[in-house]
């Protein structure tokens, strides 16, 4: 990347160069003026930027696969389905997309404005930031920029510093493709990451942990501006005897060893009944040994904890638990043995925050009553697992809980459902993104009208002037009262009666001011 050592000031402990204020203020100034020059709005130039997108991700695909394997030990099929693909996906649809996104939507007509132009425009917000995760560092860091380019924006990208090798990846072959004042990328920690957000930006979207999100949210509010908060928590699953559990286990134990665990929307702890459990067991335990066999930390499909402090912090959840399933660690390469916990306490240190790693707590329950009374106590999840046959189970989840998504019989796959809006709720997140709802997240809904000027509409608005008096105040009465959509099939005619109106009056009053002058 151009610039890439600017503003040094000391290394630091990822190995990125310091990234100092006069770093994130330039970058900021300078994609402020790419702004203001207008070329993000032509469709021409977005669309352009996001084949280059598109083409990044196709040209350095090897050496996006080994960063990712070198930040996560991530199996390169792993990576090239969620990583690359998906993005690619994504960054196709918009561009497919972007003539029909971009037209303005029209407002239905009602009495009141029938004869006015009523319609909403998507306007970008201008500079906007984007901090990426490290769990899927190419995804999580892309996406939204997709949806930021294709709305016009300019994007400041900030990849997470957890996962080096892809954050270098990014910094130094993206510029390669796209236009690096308009969509800068960003390098650095948490000192730098606090340097950037001091300054004003016109859209947030920020992917990490809750607390993280709420010192987001406080610098934010300092200019007002407006943000996506994509967070995490714990996913809970509810199992009942209605279920398939062998399929249950087998798509459990799939959502909670991808990506060694760590996903936002992996299940996180598991309520069922101790008849339920027994045989949850059974079943998960055949499912792990069908992924993996028989070692799995030899298996090349099974990837590892980010770092040494996640690791611990791991390990340390598990101290005190009853293990029924793996347990094995090895802090050498961060290895952490798929692991199943049972007799799991509420109160219990594993049950206070969520896991993010391969292990999976049991907590059990009587009833899918108590289940949700269990969640409701909580804060809202990401998403909330049931895995049951029954219509009154699914229905009461539905109805009576509050999460990000609700998955029916599955785990994860909601996030890659085309049309579904992805985000959480309360504690999870504020807003949602993927597909054209990553458009829209990074547009401001502007409200357009326009009037017509001639002299029947004056007739018509002229109940609105004063002086008021009772004949008025009765005719916005009713016209409030009968204001509903008018069907545009109708308003043709409506124009051609007034029109109609108006010429009779016209020769009605020409009649009379000629005769007045013969006589
Ligand atoms: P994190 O919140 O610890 O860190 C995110 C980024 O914030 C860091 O890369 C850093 O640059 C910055 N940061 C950290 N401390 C900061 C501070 N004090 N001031 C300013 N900036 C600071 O999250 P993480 O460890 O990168 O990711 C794990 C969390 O993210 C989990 O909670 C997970 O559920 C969540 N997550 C959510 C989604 C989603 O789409 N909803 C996706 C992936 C991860």
Not at 390 to 413: Q, W
Not at 442 to 460: N, P
Request: hydrophobic share 40%; aromatic share 8%.
């Amino acid at each position: 990347m151009d610039g890439l050592n600017l503003d040094v000031t000391q290394g630091d402990s990822f190995g990125f160069e310091k990234y100092s204020m006069c770093k994130a203020l330039n970058m900021v100034q300078s994609a402020r003026r790419a702004f203001a020059s207008n070329k993000t709005r032509s469709t021409k130039f977005r669309k352009t930027q996001l084949k280059e997108l598109v083409k990044f991700l196709e040209k350095e695909e090897k050496a996006l696969c080994t960063a990712v394997y070198d930040d996560l030990k991530k199996p390169k099929a792993e990576t090239i389905l969620h990583e690359i693909l998906t993005v690619i996906k994504e960054a196709r649809e918009a561009v497919n997309s972007l003539q029909s996104w971009v037209k303005p939507t029209t407002v239905k007509s009602t009495i009141v404005n029938s004869l006015d132009t009523v319609k909403i425009l998507d306007e970008p917000y201008g500079v906007t930031l984007v901090i990426g995760a490290w769990n899927f560092p190419v995804h999580l860091t892309l996406l939204p920029v997709i949806g930021a380019i294709a709305a016009g924006n300019c994007v400041v990208i900030k990849p997470s510093e957890h996962a080096p090798a892809t954050a270098r990846a990014i910094a130094s072959l993206l510029p390669k493709y796209i236009d690096s004042e308009c969509y800068p990328v960003y390098l650095g920690g948490v000192e730098e990451t606090s340097e950037l957000l001091k300054q004003k930006f016109d859209y947030i979207f920020f992917t990490g942990s809750p607390s993280i999100g709420k010192l987001v949210h406080q610098a934010a509010s300092q200019n007002l501006t407006p943000v996506t908060l994509e967070l995490g928590g714990k996913s809970p699953v509810y199992i009942d005897n209605t279920a398939n559990l062998k399929l249950a286990a087998k798509r459990i134990m799939w959502g909670k060893t991808q990506n060694c665990g760590q996903i936002c929307v992996a299940p996180d702890y598991v309520l069922c009944s101790k008849e339920v459990q027994d045989k949850f067991l059974k079943y998960a335990q055949a499912a792990l040994h069908q992924f993996y066999g028989d070692n799995v930390r030899e298996n090349g499909d099974f990837g590892r904890i980010i770092n040494q402090h996640h690791f611990h912090r791991l390990t340390g959840l598990l101290r005190d638990q009853k293990v029924a399933i793996g347990g094995p660690s090895d802090p050498k390469d961060h290895f952490v043995h798929p692991t199943i916990v049972t007799d799991v306490h509420p109160d219990d240190a594993i049950m206070q925050e969520e896991i993010f790693g391969p292990i999976l707590p049991i907590v059990t329950v009587e009833s899918y009553e108590e289940a949700i009374n269990f969640i409701n106590q909580r804060e809202k999840p990401l998403a909330l697992y049931v895995f049951t046959g029954c219509k009154k189970v699914k229905k009461a989840f539905l109805r009576e809980t509050s999460s990000g998504a609700v998955l029916i019989n599955d785990v994860l796959m909601h996030s890659v459902a085309d049309g579904l809006p992805f985000g959480g709720v309360g504690n999870s997140g504020i807003g949602a993104y993927h597909g054209k709802h990553t458009f829209d997240t990074f547009s401001h809904k502007k409200a357009v009208m326009e009037r017509g000027t001639s002299m029947l509409i004056d007739k018509i608005d002229s109940i609105r002037y004063p002086p008021y008096n009772n004949t008025k105040t009765k005719l916005l009465k009713t016209v409030f009262r009968i204001n509903r959509t008018l069907p545009v099939k109708y308003v043709p005619h409506l124009i051609m009666f007034s029109l109609g109106v108006a010429v009779t009056c016209g020769a009605y009053y020409l009649n009379k001011y000629i005769q007045n002058e013969v006589d």
